[in-house]
T-cell receptor
Framework: DQQVKQNSPSLSVQEGRISILNCDYTNSMFDYFLWYKKYPAEGPTFLIS?????DKNEDGRFTVFLNKSAKHLSLHIVPSQPGDSAVYFCAASVYSGNTPLVFGKGTRLSVIA | EAGVTQSPTHLIKTRGQQATLRCSPI?????VYWYQQALGLGLQFLLWYDEGEERNRGNFPPRFSGRQFPNYSSELNVNALELEDSALYLC?????????????FGSGTRLTVV
């Protein structure tokens, strides 16, 4: 049973445009959501997070939106840059400190110059 | 500050053999988490160690085991290797169990079972 789903395995966007990566979850107990970025031959790196008490969190070019009723979150990257080309993983947790992060399968973003 | 380090980078084993993977957490971190990333799948939670104790394990068979040493480094052992164990094994650490998120994972160990 996949609790965190990233239904788009890949996405191509032109440099300067907006990239939108989507993620759906099924477990209504999740209350903390994160995005990680992974370059080849490196481990995933934390990008941005949001707790369930918010519906939006911004950090520079990156914004995460959370729609609890739809159990959906999205990551917006504006403007997209070639260096953003990577695999993006959505993750979720019950923020008790005792449950591990549950990850989606990832979306490969390619930003074309 | 050194990040999470994992060794070896690559490991090739024959089916039925045992593999040992190692992880050194960020200095001052006491919790270590292991994840498996098989081809086409996301990161699957394997094991969590904190203060030398196993705190939680994912839905993996008992031949996946590990331990955490007094210096908080950790070892993952996979016995009776099967072809489907071929994957990237990633390790992350936390200062304490409640201090999510993981900032970074180690670069991983690529295990290939032939």
């Amino acid at each position: 049973d996949q609790q965190v789903k990233q239904n788009s395995p890949s996405l191509s966007v032109q440099e300067g445009r907006i990239s939108i990566l989507n993620c759906d979850y099924t477990n209504s107990m999740f209350d903390y959501f994160l995005w990680y970025k992974k370059y080849p031959a490196e481990g995933p790196t934390f990008l941005i997070s949001i707790s369930s008490i918010k519906d939006k969190n911004e950090d520079g070019r990156f914004t995460v939106f959370l729609n609890k009723s739809a159990k959906h979150l999205s990551l917006h990257i504006v403007p997209s840059q070639p260096g953003d080309s990577a695999v993006y993983f959505c993750a979720a947790s019950v923020y008790s400190g005792n449950t591990p992060l549950v990850f989606g399968k990832g979306t490969r973003l390619s930003v074309i110059a | 500050e050194a990040g999470v380090t994992q060794s070896p980078t690559h490991l090739i084993k024959t089916r039925g053999q045992q593999a040992t993977l190692r992880c050194s957490p960020i200095s001052g971190h006491t919790s270590v988490y292991w994840y498996q990333q098989a081809l086409g799948l996301g990161l699957q939670f394997l094991l969590w160690y904190d203060e030398g104790e196993e705190r939680n394990r994912g839905n993996f068979p008992p031949r996946f085991s590990g331990r955490q040493f007094p210096n908080y480094s950790s070892e993952l052992n996979v016995n009776a290797l099967e072809l489907e164990d071929s994957a990237l094994y990633l390790c992350a650490s936390l200062k304490d169990a409640g201090s999510l998120p993981f900032d970074t994972f180690g670069s991983g160990t690529r295990l290939t079972v032939v």
